[in-house]
């Protein structure tokens, strides 16, 4: 069998053409939860899985594929329980998540389309061990798709079903309790002043927590550089330059893996193997240094606070530590901006997780956005570029628009509700004002009873806001009802139409519009837009809030309408601002 690796422009085409719909691919994939289990040996996997199919008379594809595949074997270094969090919603009531394995991706994409006629894996838990990628296993076995298992037979019965939900429970079963067991003895090692991280330059790191013996060739000169900062006729720019002639280095470190070389085989030592670097340090290393706590015998316990060490031994006094710490305050200069830089979107984006806002910053011509996210933010997306946030805007501003479909829908509710409310302006006063006064009787019962509602655990201050929120909300929409004529109801309905046409106009030069007029655009638009992987989530000002939530109401569409009547002067105060953009960019363009 051939291992010569083949690009993908010759191979793809074959693989789609139905060479391969015959055989199988065998999966192994090595977790980085527990390096030393036998079973995660990818050798171990190859092996049986291949035994297996020699024994089962299972063709496996001769498929070799840079990046995928060796003769019909795909291997993989990838957590199973990872899972990246972020949704999608998608028209047709479709939702997306990220597959964070590429190989696996490709392998279930491949196979749903019917390019293969199955797939071999060890176990279950080899295959997936969290809820995402379980769904998508079962959805290609109940497509036909031939999923094998090495270990396990799962009979096409209730029994059947139950034994690989037992086997998919269990495998994230032990994922989690794998990830508890390590937080736990971490958590355990810092309250006992262990050090739990890698420690900083001056020390060794031999793989022990408990143990963080000094540096023989680095210790003595970073405290010297302690010493003669202290003497405060230093900079930290003259400081770097005296440590590098001394022959300071950083420790090693390897450089971050290629695309190529994280879906490498794991036999391929050659390319797996990276060596370490060390590099000459910066001022900003040596600044950061200087104020690290490790180095008068510290580490970081739970609650961030520093704790005396039981793992390494101190470099420097406190005395000694604490006279850099005043030196380092003394020559602190603060910068403050007479005029702040006028980057777009500044402040507007923030993380859907965790709420840290994303900084704009130039690099090479580009404006790139970048947060600094909490250490328990599992948003992958850190950092974006101008482009990026401007096309997700762009999709958000067309999608307030309303289509064809709903403007007919628009209208003819409009029609309908106007009907509707000259009825009820005839024929059900008294009911309207019989809900009106029950709505209010309830609202004055919830305030005077606050207190004893709360107590006696009937309702929570959430539960209490809720139920405030939702009836006054009622309130509002009956009053306005009560109040407004047929031909407000329609004239309501035709601005709510009118801001979407401005809207479309609006998205039209929004296109090619100028990074200022993108933003001036956004802000009249949205007050609030959050990023979450590859979702954009928003929230519209006032005026927009409408579109935003169109047909959508505590009391169904026709309530919608009713709503409508309290956001007009809003609506009417965008409507007048967009006017004025539109006119303003035709005039430009002229």
């Given at each position: 069998m051939s291992t010569t690796p083949v690009t993908a422009e010759k191979i793809v085409p074959e693989v789609e053409s139905g060479t391969y719909r015959d055989s199988y691919l065998i999966y192994n994939r090595k977790s980085t939860d527990e390096p030393d289990n036998q079973k995660n040996s990818i050798k171990y996997q190859k092996a049986q899985n291949a035994l297996f199919a020699y024994r089962e008379h299972l063709p496996v594809a001769h498929l070799t594929l840079e990046g995928f595949s060796s003769d019909g074997i795909v291997s993989e270094r990838h957590s199973g329980f990872k899972e990246d969090m972020a949704l999608q919603f998608g028209e047709g009531n479709t939702v997306q998540f990220r597959i964070e394995r590429p190989k696996f991706h490709r392998l279930v994409q491949w196979l749903g389309n019917g390019y293969f006629k199955g797939a071999i894996f060890l176990c279950w838990d080899r295959a997936s061990r969290n809820q995402g990628d379980d769904t998508i296993l079962r959805k290609l076995m109940k497509r036909g798709v031939d999923i094998r298992f090495v270990t396990t037979t799962y009979e096409k019965t209730s029994s059947g079903e139950l034994h690989m939900d037992i086997d998919g429970m269990f495998a994230q079963h032990y994922s989690r309790v794998t990830s508890e067991k390590i937080a736990m003895t971490l958590r355990a090692k810092r309250d006992q002043g262990v050090c739990t991280y890698r420690a900083p330059v001056g020390y060794l790191n031999q793989g022990q927590m408990e143990h963080k013996p000094l540096d023989p060739e680095r210790a003595p000169i970073v405290k010297k550089l302690f010493e003669l900062y202290a003497t405060g006729g230093w900079s930290l720019i003259a400081l770097t330059r005296w440590a590098?002639?001394?022959?300071?280095?950083?420790?090693?470190?390897?450089?971050?893996?290629?695309?190529?070389?994280?879906?490498?085989?794991?036999?391929?030592?050659?390319?797996?193997?990276?060596?370490?670097?060390?590099?000459?340090?910066?001022?900003?290393?040596?600044?950061?240094?200087?104020?690290?706590?490790?180095?008068?015998?510290?580490?970081?316990?739970?609650?961030?606070?520093?704790?005396?060490?039981?793992?390494?031994?101190?470099?420097?006094?406190?005395?000694?530590?604490?006279?850099?710490?005043?030196?380092?305050?003394?020559?602190?200069?603060?910068?403050?901006?007479?005029?702040?830089?006028?980057?777009?979107?500044?402040?507007?984006?923030?993380?859907?997780?965790?709420?840290?806002?994303?900084?704009?910053?130039?690099?090479?011509?580009?404006?790139?956005?970048?947060?600094?996210?909490?250490?328990?933010?599992?948003?992958?997306?850190?950092?974006?570029?101008?482009?990026?946030?401007?096309?997700?805007?762009?999709?958000?501003?067309?999608?307030?628009?309303?289509t064809e479909e709903e403007l007919h829908e628009l209208e003819a509710e409009a029609g309908t509700e106007s009907a509707l409310v000259e009825s009820k302006r005839l024929g059900e006063r008294e009911a309207t004002e019989r809900k009106i006064k029950r709505i209010r009787e309830d609202?004055?019962?919830?305030?005077?009873?606050?207190?004893?509602?709360?107590?006696?655990?009937?309702?929570?201050?959430?539960?209490?806001?809720?139920?405030?929120?939702?009836?006054?909300?009622?309130?509002?929409?009956?009053?306005?009802?009560?109040?407004?004529?047929?031909?407000?109801?329609?004239?309501t309905a035709r601005d709510a139409a009118k801001l979407s046409e401005l809207l479309g106009d609006v998205y039209f030069y929004y296109q090619n519009a100028s990074p200022q007029e993108k933003e001036a655009i956004t802000r009249e638009i949205f007050s609030e837009l959050t990023l979450q992987g590859e979702t954009l989530d928003y929230k519209c000002t006032r005026g927009f809030q409408p579109l935003a939530s169109r047909f959508v109401s505590q009391g169904g569409p026709r309530a919608w309408l009713s709503e409508l009547l309290i956001q007009r002067s809003y609506m009417a105060a965008s409507i007048e601002r967009l006017a004025f953009l539109v006119a303003t960019k035709e005039t430009n363009n002229s």
């Open positions: 590098i002639d001394q022959g300071l280095t950083m420790p090693p470190t390897r450089r971050r893996r290629t695309q190529e070389e994280i879906l490498a085989e794991e036999e391929d030592d050659a390319r797996l193997a990276i060596e370490p670097v060390s590099r000459l340090p910066a001022y900003t290393a040596i600044d950061k240094m200087l104020r690290n706590r490790f180095y008068m015998g510290e580490v970081r316990g739970n609650s961030g606070t520093w704790v005396r060490s039981m793992s390494h031994e101190a470099l420097v006094s406190e005395e000694l530590f604490n006279r850099v710490q005043r030196e380092l305050r003394r020559k602190n200069k603060s910068v403050h901006y007479a005029n702040v830089l006028a980057y777009p979107l500044r402040a507007m984006v923030r993380c859907g997780l965790c709420g840290r806002v994303y900084t704009p910053y130039p690099k090479k011509g580009i404006m790139y956005y970048g947060a600094r996210c909490s250490a328990e933010c599992v948003n992958p997306k850190r950092s974006f570029n101008f482009d990026f946030i401007t096309g997700k805007i762009g999709t958000r501003i067309a999608a307030l628009s309303f609202l004055a019962y919830l305030s005077a009873n606050r207190l004893t509602l709360l107590k006696t655990g009937a309702y929570t201050p959430e539960m209490i806001v809720a139920e405030e929120a939702r009836l006054g909300l009622e309130l509002s929409s009956l009053e306005n009802l009560e109040g407004a004529s047929g031909v407000e109801i329609q004239e």
